[in-house]
Nanobody, 128 residues
Framework: QVQLVESGGGLVQPGGSLRLSCAAS????????IGWFRQAPGKEREGVSC????????YYADSVKGRFTISRDSAKNTMYLQMNSLKPEDTAVYYC?????????????????????WGRGTQVTVSS
């Protein structure tokens, strides 16, 4: 049974850091396209960062580039999102996602409809 479980969310002050984890079971992360998404109240779910299954390349949304880092640990079958210099606008529920197929079109990598498997999400709140 394919399962993704996020953890690591919480309340942090602006400028602070958090590391989100996403533990996978029932499949091997290394062979899947994987990504992090977020959804703020009243807004659509948006792509934050992802890793290609073919060559391990990483991609970031412009809004988080230089502040967030995506990674995965093959031994633990877990992916991470290190978030630094957090801003109030980063407040959202963060989801990890995975799909066995690599994106056929580059723009699909940040399209939630591409991904078949999702975690339940973890809340990140950036506030003073």
């Amino acid at each position: 049974q394919v399962q993704l479980v996020e953890s690591g969310g919480g309340l942090v002050q602006p400028g602070g850091s958090l590391r989100l984890s996403c533990a996978a079971s029932g499949f091997t992360l290394d062979y899947y396209a994987i990504g992090w998404f977020r959804q703020a109240p009243g807004k659509e779910r948006e792509g934050v960062s992802c890793i290609s299954s073919s060559d391990g390349s990483t991609y970031y949304a412009d809004s988080v580039k230089g502040r967030f880092t995506i990674s995965r640990d093959s031994a633990k079958n877990t992916m991470y999102l290190q978030m630094n210099s957090l801003k109030p606008e980063d407040t959202a529920v963060y989801y990890c996602a995975a799909d066995p197929l690599e994106w056929t079109i580059a723009t699909m990598k940040f399209n939630p409809s591409w991904y078949d498997y999702w975690g339940r999400g973890t809340q990140v709140t950036v506030s003073s």
